[in-house]
């Protein structure tokens, strides 16, 4: 798949998922632009891409939000590839939680409100190169939650995903695809960043192939996606959750 001088932004390519697309479209010829808040991250990261362009912003923030887009017109006058991969969860998401609506406010600007920010002001250029769009959800934005407290988390990504079919409705006249991808289980930081009572080693048994997946078999799909290969491809839900959402026990 090659991705010669396509331009595309990655959201959270400071860590996990995104480092990990970042670091495969960057060695399929893009010019990528690297979007996060933790430098020292960043840096890493950026040390394995080709000339990317490193933006540390926070994408709920509206004014950073419309820099990195300025940022990239700048730099690289097009844009072809929007990567909406940048979430989070934290304690307190559930509606018996004391104070839901701090939680609240801050995963859905984060996981919600930024990718629908950063999709506006993107679809104008992505229309100039009839590019698309890429946007990490969850399969906890299709299944009944574990447990409590979560909330939160389950309803940005399940909002996200008709996020993903509206605009591809909107956008289909203009050329432009949006579809949505949603892992299950993958070892990154998130757990660690959540502050999350549960570890890694706690989900194999809940899916059917008995493993977690590592970062760069969810970037491989976001390639896909984002590829010519794909060109049929708009407004759908990709799972890819070793058979989480199957597994009846
Ligand atoms: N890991 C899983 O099991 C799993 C499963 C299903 C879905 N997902 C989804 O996959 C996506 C990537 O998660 P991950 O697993 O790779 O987690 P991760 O390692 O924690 O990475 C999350 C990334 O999001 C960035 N980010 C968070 N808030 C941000 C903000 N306000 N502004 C800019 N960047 C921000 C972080 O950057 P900084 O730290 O530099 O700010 C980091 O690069 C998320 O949307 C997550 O919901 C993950």
Known sequence: MSFKNKVVIVTGASSGIGASASIMFSKEGARVVMVGRNETKLSAVAAKCSSPLVIR???????????IINQTIKKFGQIDILVNNAGMTMENGGILANDM????????????RAAVHLTNLAAPYLI??????????????????????????YISKAALNHFTVCCATELAPHGVRVNVLSPGPVRTDFMDNAKAAFTWDDFPSKTLLNRVSEPEEIADMILYLASDKAKSVTGSNYVNDNGMLIKKT
Not at 101 to 112: E, F, G, H, P, V
Not at 134 to 148: E, L, Q, T
Request: net charge negative; hydrophobic share 40%; no cysteine.
């Open 128 to 153: 100039k190169t009839k590019g698309n769009i890429v946007n990490i959800s969850s399969i906890a934005g299709i299944m009944p939650p574990f447990g409590v407290g979560m909330t939160n988390y």
């Open 101 to 112: 609506m701090k939680s609240y406010d801050t995963i859905m600007n984060i996981n919600l």
């Open 57 to 67: 912003a926070d994408i709920a923030n509206d004014d950073d939000a419309r820099s």
